[in-house]
T-cell receptor
Framework: IAGITQAPTSQILAAGRRMTLRCTQDMRHNAMYWYRQDLGLGLRLIHYSNTAGTTGKGEVPDGYSVSRANTDDFPLTLASAVPSQTSVYFC??????????????FGEGSRLTVL | GQNIDQPTEMTATEGAIVQINCTYQTSGFNGLFWYQQHAGEAPTFLSY??LDGLEEKGRFSSFLSRSKGYSYLLLKELQMKDSASYLC??????????WGAGTKLIIKP
């Protein structure tokens, strides 16, 4: 089934631990994004990648890092998790490269709790 | 700053019509999106408006007025499955998406 796959779907993590959220798409989309969604707030962009080999910072990048070694994979790493990073994380992709002019396709989300 | 405003929550009756408003103030404008998000699920695309006017797609319609910085999503013949959050998002002058906090729509029998 074509689309975006995220893993894990849910995780409880101790503060200070390192965590990588995985994201894989099979639509050959150029652009990929990582968002966090918190109650009462809109989706906030953490990092993005317009094409394989390039990444950029979004609205809330601190404490997070990403890589884009190939078109399909876009992992998000929390180097040392803190409780304020408790959130639902969504990976998304779109056909465009740097310009959002069409639909974003979202993964099912990863619910992360940092204690 | 950039801002998207939507009502936090709305209630409507099954079979009725509901209009969800969205106003925006952004640095430039290159399109407006509406997404639907059921509780615990990912957002899914509903509509995209880049020119003024009404776009109709089945029971859902989306309207845009660029001069007023205003859009609405109109849902007709409401069904229980339409209970969800509806997210408004605008692409700014850099073609980056700015998201509203979403409107939670509750449908009552």
């Amino acid at each position: 089934i074509a689309g975006i796959t995220q893993a894990p779907t849910s995780q409880i993590l101790a503060a200070g631990r390192r965590m990588t959220l995985r994201c894989t798409q099979d639509m050959r989309h150029n652009a990929m994004y990582w968002y966090r969604q918190d109650l009462g707030l809109g989706l906030r962009l953490i990092h993005y990648s317009n094409t394989a080999g390039t990444t950029g910072k979004g609205e809330v990048p601190d404490g997070y890092s990403v890589s884009r070694a190939n078109t399909d994979d876009f992992p998000l790493t929390l180097a040392s998790a803190v409780p304020s990073q408790t959130s639902v994380y969504f990976c998304a992709s779109s056909e465009g490269s740097g310009r959002v002019t069409g639909e974003l396709f979202f993964g099912e989300g990863s619910r992360l709790t940092v204690l | 700053g950039q801002n998207i405003d939507q009502p936090t929550e709305m209630t409507a009756t099954e079979g009725a019509i509901v209009q969800i408003n969205c106003t925006y103030q952004t640095s430039g404008f290159n399109g407006l999106f509406w997404y639907q998000q059921h509780a615990g699920e990912a957002p899914t695309f509903l509509s995209y408006n880049v020119l003024d006017g009404l776009e109709e797609k089945g029971r859902f319609s989306s309207f845009l007025s660029r001069s007023k910085g205003y859009s609405y999503l109109l849902l007709k013949e409401l069904q229980m499955k339409d209970s969800a959050s509806y997210l408004c998002a605008v692409t700014d002058s850099n073609y980056q998406l700015i998201w509203g906090a979403g409107t939670k729509l509750i449908i009552k029998p």
